[in-house]
């Protein structure tokens, strides 16, 4: 069964930083797609920012020059950077992984909120 597990979320004030990270039980070499959602109180899940095996990485226009995506393949584990964060940004945010098969896993969600 393959998990992802997330952590890092927290209270921030505007204009901080925080960094996520999301563990997996499989090599991220196992995953074709990963990448980080965000569900803010009262909306649709949305997509923040993804990257596909051998293509270039994505990011929402919302969060672009801001947030940055990374991997360390040795430790299994996927970060989420983000910079220069607002109140708009609070959210709960998950990470997703999807294989060859286009089966999806995703984790458990960590909140971030930005608040004064």
């Known amino acids: 069964q393959v998990q992802l597990v997330e952590s890092g979320g927290s209270l921030v004030q505007p204009g901080g930083s925080l960094r996520l990270s999301c563990t997996a039980s499989a090599s991220l070499f196992s995953y074709n797609r990963l990448g980080w959602y965000r569900q803010a109180p009262g909306k649709l899940r949305e997509w923040v920012t993804f990257?596909?095996?051998?293509?270039?990485?994505i990011y929402a226009d919302s969060v672009k020059g801001r947030f940055t995506i990374s991997m360390d393949n040795a430790r299994n584990t996927m970060y989420l950077q983000m910079n220069s964060l607002n109140p708009e940004d609070t959210a709960v945010y998950y990470c997703?992984?999807?294989?060859?098969?286009?089966?999806?896993?995703w984790g458990q969600g960590t909140q971030v909120t930005v608040s004064s």
């Open positions: 997703k992984a999807k294989n060859e098969w286009n089966t999806e896993y």
């Open positions: 990257t596909e095996r051998g293509s270039t990485t």
